[in-house]
């Protein structure tokens, strides 16, 4: 069993700052690609930022020069800075991760589980 626990959502005004954290616990091997998606009211669930193993990023140009995603492969954590918080980046923020997992003291490899938190939210106000 694996899972992702989400933290350091919360209220905050435009123009501020918030980090989140997303921690993997459970019989990890390895972990490949970790997301950030986030879902804002009547909305599609979109991807925000996507960190590979190596520390390559990407982002949605909705958020770019503004979120930063980073990880600490030693803690299993991905986090996203968010900074110059705008009201249309309200949204429940989920983590997402593949993760290879050991079954009976053995890597699943080549294959990776796809895991996804429980989501945090975030309300950026006017």
């Known amino acids: 069993q694996v899972q992702l626990v989400e933290s350091g959502g919360g209220l905050v005004q435009a123009g501020g700052s918030l980090r989140l954290s997303c921690t993997a616990s459970g019989s990890i091997f390895s972990i490949n690609d970790m997301d950030w998606y986030r879902q804002a009211p009547g909305k599609q669930r979109e991807l925000v930022a996507h960190i590979t193993s190596g520390g390559s990023t990407n982002y949605a140009d909705s958020v770019k020069g503004r979120f930063t995603i980073s990880r600490d492969n030693a803690k299993n954590t991905v986090y996203l800075q968010m900074n110059s918080l705008k009201p249309e980046d309200t949204a429940v923020y989920y983590c997402?991760?593949?993760?290879?997992?050991?079954?009976?003291?053995?890597?699943?490899?080549?294959?990776?589980?796809?895991?996804w938190g429980q989501g945090t939210l975030v309300t950026v106000s006017s």
């Open positions: 997402n991760a593949h993760i290879v997992v050991l079954e009976s003291g053995i890597a699943s490899l080549p294959f990776d589980r796809e895991v």
